[in-house]
């Protein structure tokens, strides 16, 4: 067995008393967790769909799935995974206490600069 895949019981293997329906869910739930995924995704800025897409084709192509369709991969689990390393990275990289930031509004102001003409230098002022 891997070691990403976890298994976990449902609600309804614990309660005996539920009647059992034909829609029931199944007892056992494969949750694999594509984390590499998932970073890759959000570094090249990939839709959560089409990663579900390609990474179910990918399982699809390797042989993980293929009557068994509990292995195919959800887009709502891939945005999870995808808020986990996001949230793991920023606690791992977080900036230093005194960040220096420089901020511009954009206006063109007087600037003062000196000008060099026939040995001499003036003092101007102008816009950039």
């Known amino acids: 067995m891997n070691t990403n895949t976890v298994l976990l019981k449902t609600e309804y293997e614990e309660d005996e008393s539920k009647p059992s329906t034909s829609t029931e869910k199944p007892q056992w739930q494969m949750r694999i967790q594509l984390r590499a995924t998932a970073l890759n ?26 009557t068994d369709s509990s292995h195919v991969v959800d887009k709502c689990k891939r945005r999870r995974d995808k808020s ?35 040995a001499k230098q003036f003092r101007r002022n102008g816009k950039e």
Do not use: C
């Open 41 to 66: 995704s959000y570094r090249f800025g990939v839709s959560d769909r089409a990663t579900a897409v390609i990474a179910s084709s990918v399982l699809r192509d390797v042989g993980i799935i293929d």
């Open 84 to 118: 986990s390393v996001r949230t793991d990275l920023k606690s791992k990289f977080t900036p230093p206490e005194e960040s220096l930031g420089l901020f511009f509004d954009g206006r063109k102001e007087d600037t003062s600069f000196v000008e060099n003409l026939n």
